[in-house]
């Protein structure tokens, strides 16, 4: 199986920003995490969602006798840790630009992140197919979690400031789901 292009086009951009020193690892939450602090509040709120996945999903096949989904291909965690990546990376990008505008680091990670989310927002919406992938039956939920994965993961991330939770929450959604 191939990794998909565009998911081989934000690994990419990631790294790009990261050698360039536009971002630095840190900041993208990849290094020098507090495990004790964040990590509790972020897993709180991504278990929490995971069993809220988990009931929607049992209620989705239950409801509509629809077969659960086969096994996922081995790239799964590729995909996702490459869509993580471009979140963390418009998330930071969104907390130096209001850095840059004044505001205090705190304010701006918090502040970076929701603009990061409306960017994400704003790029999905742009999209002709995503548009046209939500007018059919299987595509409305697909493109539904989607979202629902930018919003989670953006809140955990604010939370804890830990990329590798944001993937794992996003590899373990998309397995259950």
């Known amino acids: 199986m191939k990794l998909k292009i565009q998911h081989?086009?934000?690994?990419?951009?990631?790294?790009?920003?990261?050698?360039?020193?536009?971002v630095n690892l840190r900041e993208m939450g990849l290094s020098e995490l507090d495990w004790v602090?964040?990590?509790?509040?972020?897993?709180?709120?991504?278990?929490?969602?995971?069993?809220?996945?988990?009931?929607?999903?049992?209620?989705?096949?239950?409801?509509?006798?629809a077969a659960p989904p086969g096994v996922r291909h081995i790239l799964l965690p590729l995909e996702t840790a490459a869509t993580q990546l471009l979140w963390a990376l418009l998330w930071v990008g969104g907390a130096?630009?209001?850095?840059?505008?004044?505001?205090?680091?705190?304010?701006?990670?918090?502040?970076?992140?929701?603009?990061?989310?409306?960017l994400i927002v704003t790029i999905w919406?742009?999209?002709?197919?995503?548009?046209?992938?939500?007018?059919?039956?299987?595509?409305?939920?697909?493109?539904?979690t989607r979202l629902a994965l930018a919003l989670a993961t953006t809140v955990v991330f604010i939370l804890s400031g830990n990329l590798w939770l944001c993937w794992a929450l996003h590899t373990a959604a998309l397995l259950i789901l």
């Open 125 to 144: 919406l742009a999209d002709p197919a995503r548009r046209a992938s939500m007018r059919l039956p299987a595509g409305a939920p697909r493109e539904m």
């Open 37 to 65: 602090q964040g990590f509790g509040q972020g897993l709180a709120v991504a278990g929490a969602f995971l069993l809220i996945l988990l009931v929607a999903g049992w209620q989705w096949r239950h409801v509509y006798a």
């Open 8 to 22: 081989g086009v934000w690994f990419v951009l990631s790294f790009l920003a990261l050698q360039s020193g536009l």
């Open 96 to 118: 130096r630009l209001l850095t840059a505008q004044g505001l205090d680091a705190d304010m701006a990670r918090v502040g970076g992140a929701w603009l990061g989310l409306a």
